[in-house]
Nanobody, 114 residues
Framework: QVQLVESGGGLVQSGGSLRLSCATS????????MNWYRQAPGKEREWVAV????????GYSDSVQGRFTISRDNDKNTLYLQMNSLKLEDTAVYYC???????WGQGTQVTVSA
């Protein structure tokens, strides 16, 4: 059974930083590209970042490019998202997801205040 458990969210002031984690189990983590998504209040879920299984290579949405860094620890089956220079518009619930696996965790709330 695929399990994705996000953590590390919280309340932070604009310009601050947070590091999100996603602990995974139930699938071969090392063989999957992994993604972060987010959903702001009243908006659809949007893709944020991806990291491939090998390389690894990374990709980011334009809105977070240069501020967020996605990484993974294959020994710990864990995905990370380092978020710097946070903005009000980064406020959302953040989710991790394996490419090709239709399963979501409960998400972790990130709230950026002025």
């Amino acid at each position: 059974q695929v399990q994705l458990v996000e953590s590390g969210g919280g309340l932070v002031q604009s310009g601050g930083s947070l590091r999100l984690s996603c602990a995974t189990s139930g699938f071969a983590f090392i063989t999957y590209a992994m993604n972060w998504y987010r959903q702001a209040p009243g908006k659809e879920r949007e893709w944020v970042a991806v990291i491939t299984s090998t390389g690894p290579s990374t990709g980011y949405s334009d809105s977070v490019q240069g501020r967020f860094t996605i990484s993974r620890d294959n020994d710990k089956n864990t995905l990370y998202l380092q978020m710097n220079s946070l903005k009000l518009e980064d406020t959302a619930v953040y989710y991790c997801k394996a490419s090709g696996i239709d399963s979501w965790g409960q998400g972790t709330q990130v709230t950026v205040s002025a």
